[in-house]
């Protein structure tokens, strides 16, 4: 697992909209060739999806060859209701970029048959090639997408019924009336997202504090589902400074020591092969010396990864 | 509830508003075409319900070619944002509004006074009667012009005191409180979007029923009633004020009188009064025009009440019977200080109005488009942005000057 521990919101979005930005652009993508991203819903990411549309308006980056599966939808909700998922992602993200209406995936939370709905999804999602980047956040249970407490580890695509907190935590998007949050869900299994290739969680405030430490410090268990990415070859949790007040500090300071170190040993290594920095960059059609970092981590050594985006 | 500007894209589909949410996930649809407003506002087209002619064409003065004058107008005013409008003929000689179906005595004095009028001008030995009303159908706007919604006749059943440029011999009274009185002077009511008529009149109230009763607007003006003849005819039905503080009784704090509609506890529930104000800066002063937006800004409605002038030099034309002088922004009855009527333009009045009331953005474009057509009854496809809305469109900069003219989706006029 990596911990990147940025300052603020602000920064954690731009850091998390960024590597995705360079994951699409370093697997090149093309007709025949789908980027497969997983996407959340919710107040946390929307920053990312800001930056992300920027990077899109400013021609860094195109979505035409991105397929992509959002994580979950409410039951019974109608699908141009302001608060369903599928209106939330046509106003923030895919109604401003170049995204094919085909290429996007939400379950339907009005399917005649709940359970075909979302054994069609793993299939779409088997079809797709699996999914290259799953990218999630957590609720203040260590839910990852509506995989409630005491959800299966090992669960796939289904109907969840929602847990007591998470219409709490809802109800401001139903102007604080309980009685309208939807009590029901279609999303994704913590299995599903463990098949990723690699997950990304983001995780921002202090009120998330304290389901970021139950994720990372303690064991893996069901009651907070985030947990079981520790058995993932490839995580990143993306953070903001108060979304670590839970933690120990020799966690925080062994994270943020070694995204120090690690960005030195990139820069000794990037000087060692720097030869010529210009044609790598065209060679890899690379916008920024950040993401031709990455083409020389591809290159050249395994362990100097994912900090070195940063810079 | 205001509405607010906010940076969108509009989406149009075969002339109407289209929500791009259900494109995208129920048709997988794309833009065809995309054009690029360059950060302009887009509001609803505005929409006036009185106006009585300009550059040079009046509608009122009966002529060869009716249609091919209201046409006219139609076409210019795309470049003030007017997408949709109603005509408005004042009180006029019966002719004017239809073929005198019999001669009486006192109809063959009045036919006469025309023909002489028509003779004077013209040199023919005949009469030649040509009517206004019978000419003209509701129709669409489009690349030919603004859209008509049907006609606002102004008068004869109006005030003697307070009759404005109207001619007096031209007025009328009811006399069997019906369907008759409204036949007898305008020969039929097809294409009649609104009627102004005083409530104070005897067997007015019963008219207004009527006239409701056919989805016709009644509006109150040209009238000496006090509060209480105002809330009756409201009662009854009418839902508009003609030209608010102009042609009837001033604000009196013992007897408001019309004025007094815009804060009186006896409007039916669920139903608003509008009232139009001219904010040419003349008609009414600013403070005046201030007074009435707070007192009820939700009823505000932008009109221009427009004259045969507008549009042209200054000099000396004609209105209904009347002749007129303009003198700058100002345009009088000749050789007298009344007004009878404005040259501004919908989209001077609606920077006037933002400027003097000091209102916001969307309050200034809703005046001019969404509460006319709350008014009369069309806001479910115009005046408003909503899908389903007839894309009857225009485009302003930060400072509401038109850069361009859209009906049913089509650009009718760019800057």
Redesign the interface.
């Known amino acids: 697992m990596k911990l990147i521990i940025l300052n603020d919101y602000d920064q954690a979005s731009e850091w998390a909209a960024k590597y995705i930005r360079n994951k699409i652009l370093l697997f090149k993508p093309g007709a025949d060739r789908y980027f497969t991203l997983g996407l959340p819903t919710g107040s946390t990411p929307l920053g990312c999806y800001k930056k992300l549309i920027e990077y899109y308006k400013k021609g860094e980056i195109s979505f035409q060859y991105v397929k992509t599966f959002n994580m979950d939808e409410y039951v019974g909700l109608p ?2 209701h302001p608060e369903s998922y ?2 939330f992602m ?2 923030n993200f ?2 401003h970029i170049d995204i ?3 290429n996007t995936h939400i379950l339907d939370g009005n399917a005649a048959n709940l359970q075909d709905e979302c054994q069609a999804f793993e299939d779409k999602i088997k079809a797709a090639g699996g999914i290259e980047l799953f990218v999630g956040g957590i609720g203040p249970d260590g839910h990852i997408a509506f995989n409630e407490p005491g959800s299966s580890l090992v669960s796939r695509t289904r109907v969840k019924t929602l847990a007591r907190d998470t219409i709490l935590a809802n109800a401001r998007f139903f102007d604080g009336d309980l009685s309208k949050v939807p009590t029901m869900a279609l999303t994704v299994g913590v299995g599903t997202v463990m098949d990723a290739k690699e997950v990304m969680i983001l995780i921002t405030g202090a009120h998330k504090a304290f389901a970021l430490y139950k994720a990372i410090e303690e064991g893996v268990n069901h009651m907070w589902t985030v947990s079981a990415f520790q058995q993932h070859p490839q995580t990143v949790f993306v953070c903001d400074e108060d979304a670590t007040l839970e933690l120990r500090v020799k966690t925080v300071k062994y994270f943020k020591g070694e995204a120090e170190s690690k960005t030195h040993d990139a820069h000794m290594d990037l000087l060692k092969h720097s030869g010529c920095i210009e044609s790598l960059k065209l060679h890899y059609g690379l916008v920024d010396n950040a993401s031709l970092i990455i083409a020389v981590k591809t290159q050249i050594v395994e362990n100097v990864d994912f900090c070195i985006i940063v810079c | 509830m205001t509405g607010n500007v906010a940076p969108e894209d509009l989406w149009v589909r075969e002339g109407r508003i289209l929500d791009p949410e259900k494109l995208f996930f129920d048709e997988q649809g794309y833009a065809d075409k995309r054009v690029d407003c360059g950060g302009n506002i887009i509001a609803p087209g505005f929409i006036d319900v009185q106006i009585n002619g300009g550059y040079g064409i009046d509608f009122s003065q009966a002529s060869e070619d009716v249609s091919g004058g209201i046409s006219f107008v139609g076409k210019k005013i795309l470049e003030h944002g007017v997408t949709s409008f109603c005509p408005t003929l004042v009180t006029s000689p019966p002719a004017v509004y239809h073929k005198v179906p019999h001669l009486q005595s006192y109809k063959i004095f009045e036919l006469f006074s025309f023909q002489l009028t028509v003779s004077k001008r013209s040199s023919h030995n005949e009469a030649v009667l040509f009517q206004v009303l019978p000419n003209i159908k509701v129709y669409n706007g489009g690349p030919h012009g603004a859209g008509v919604l049907g006609f606002h006749l102004e008068g004869p059943f109006i005030s003697v005191e307070k009759r404005g440029a109207h001619p007096e011999h031209c007025l009328r009274t009811f006399k069997y409180g019906g369907l008759q009185d409204l036949m007898e002077a305008y020969g039929s009511l097809d294409n009649v979007a609104m009627v102004t008529l005083a409530p104070e009149l005897a067997k007015s109230q019963s008219v207004v029923q009527e006239l409701c009763q056919r989805g016709i607007t009644v509006s109150l003006g040209h009238s000496v009633a006090n509060l209480s003849q105002a809330e009756e005819a409201v009662q009854h039905g009418a839902s508009f004020i003609t030209h608010l503080f102009n042609a009837m009784l001033p604000f009196h704090h013992r007897d408001p009188g019309i004025v007094g509609l815009l804060t009186s506890d006896q409007i039916p529930a669920g139903r608003t009064v509008y009232y139009g104000m001219i904010a040419d800066g003349i008609h009414t002063n600013p403070a005046a025009l201030r007074i009435a937006h707070r007192a009820h800004p939700l009823g505000l409605v932008l009109v221009t009440d427009a004259i045969t002038a507008m549009g042209l030099p200054p000099g000396r034309h004609t209105l209904g019977q009347q002749v007129i002088e303009i003198q700058g922004l100002h345009a009088y009855v000749a050789g007298t200080t009344t007004l009878c009527g404005s040259i501004a333009t919908m989209d001077m009045c609606v920077r006037h109005f933002k400027h003097a009331s000091g209102c916001s953005v969307e309050e200034a474009l809703e005046a001019a488009s969404l509460h006319p057509a709350q008014l009369l009854g069309i806001s479910n496809r115009k005046g408003k942005l909503d899908f389903g809305s007839d894309a009857d469109l225009v485009f302003l900069d930060d400072a509401l000057n038109i850069q361009a003219t859209y009906i049913s989706g089509e650009e009718v006029w760019r800057k």
């Open positions: 699908r141009d599928h209106s046509w106003n895919f109604k094919k209406a085909e």
